[in-house]
T-cell receptor, first 113, second 114 residues
Framework: AQSVTQPDIHITVSEGASLELRCNYS??????LFWYVQSPGQGLQLLLK??????LVQGIKGFEAEFKRSQSSFNLRKPSVHWSDAAEYFC???????????FGAGTRLTVKP | ETGVTQSPTHLIKTRGQQVTLRCSSQ?????VSWYQQALGQGPQFIFQ???????GRGNFPPRFSGLQFPNYSSELNVNALELDDSALYLC?????????????FGPGTRLLVL
C-alpha cells in the first residue's frame, strides 16, 4: 500500500537560512510525487511535482526537491527562507490519475526573524 | 479563469444529521477529487469523479457519497454525521481522469459536528 512519512512535525528556521523538509514514501509502482503548501485557513497550493526524468525538480517560490529512488525519498529544499514561507507543508504520492493520492501528516514551518 | 470554489465555507451540524458540500471545478477541468483533512493531519482521499462517474474511492464508508454534474461541479454528501466527521473538506479539480495532471485545490469547507 502506498504511504508517505514526513518525520518532522515542526521545524523552526531563521529567516535567510536554508531549509530541508524530509519526505519518505512507500509505493509499489512508479511514484508520482508532489509537495503542497497550506497557509492557515486556506486550501493547498502545489509547489512542485515529479513524474519522471530529471530527479531534481524546480518549483515555485524558489523551492526544489530531489527524488532519490534508492532512499525512497523526495525531500524539499530552499536555499534561503523568507518569513512568508511559514506554513504547513505536505508531501504526497499519487497514482497516475490522482484517484488515490496519499498525503503525509505535514510539517509545520516556523520562520524566526 | 476562475479557480476552484467551495460552499459553504463553514458549517455546523449535529450528530445524525446529513450534510451536502459543493464544489465548482476550475474552468476546463473534468475531474473532481474530495479529501477530508482532520485537524493536525494531512488530507485523506475520499473519492474522485471523472465525467460524472466515480473513478476511485478511499477508505470511507458508504454514508460518504458524491455526485458530479454535467458542468463538472460536484457535491459531497455525508449521511448520519458522526463527531469524527468534523474536519476541513477539500475538493480539487484537474483536467483529466486518465493521466497524471496537477490538481488545483479549493479553500475548503470546515464542518463541525456537535
Amino acid at each position: 500500500a502506498q504511504s508517505v512519512t514526513q518525520p518532522d512535525i515542526h521545524i523552526t528556521v531563521s529567516e535567510g537560512a536554508s531549509l530541508e523538509l524530509r519526505c519518505n514514501y512507500s509505493y509499489g509502482a512508479t511514484p508520482y510525487l508532489f509537495w503542497y503548501v497550506q497557509s492557515p485557513g486556506q486550501g493547498l497550493q502545489l509547489l512542485l511535482k515529479y513524474f519522471s526524468g530529471d530527479t531534481l525538480v524546480q518549483g515555485i517560490k524558489g523551492f526544489e526537491a530531489e527524488f532519490k529512488r534508492s532512499q525512497s525519498s523526495f525531500n524539499l529544499r530552499k536555499p534561503s527562507v523568507h518569513w512568508s514561507d511559514a506554513a504547513e507543508y505536505f508531501c504526497a504520492v499519487g497514482a497516475r490519475n490522482n484517484n488515490d493520492m496519499r498525503f503525509g501528516a505535514g510539517t509545520r514551518l516556523t520562520v524566526k526573524p | 479563469e476562475t479557480g476552484v470554489t467551495q460552499s459553504p465555507t463553514h458549517l455546523i451540524k449535529t450528530r445524525g444529521q446529513q450534510v451536502t458540500l459543493r464544489c465548482s471545478s476550475q474552468s476546463g477541468h473534468n475531474t473532481v477529487s474530495w479529501y477530508q483533512q482532520a485537524l493536525g493531519q494531512g488530507p485523506q482521499f475520499i473519492f474522485q469523479y471523472y465525467r460524472e462517474e466515480e473513478n476511485g474511492r478511499g477508505n470511507f464508508p458508504p454514508r460518504f457519497s458524491g455526485l458530479q454534474f454535467p458542468n463538472y461541479s460536484s457535491e459531497l454528501n455525508v449521511n448520519a454525521l458522526e463527531l469524527d466527521d468534523s474536519a476541513l473538506y477539500l475538493c480539487a479539480s484537474s483536467s483529466s481522469g486518465g493521466q497524471v495532471e496537477t490538481q488545483y485545490f479549493g479553500p475548503g469547507t470546515r464542518l463541525l459536528v456537535l
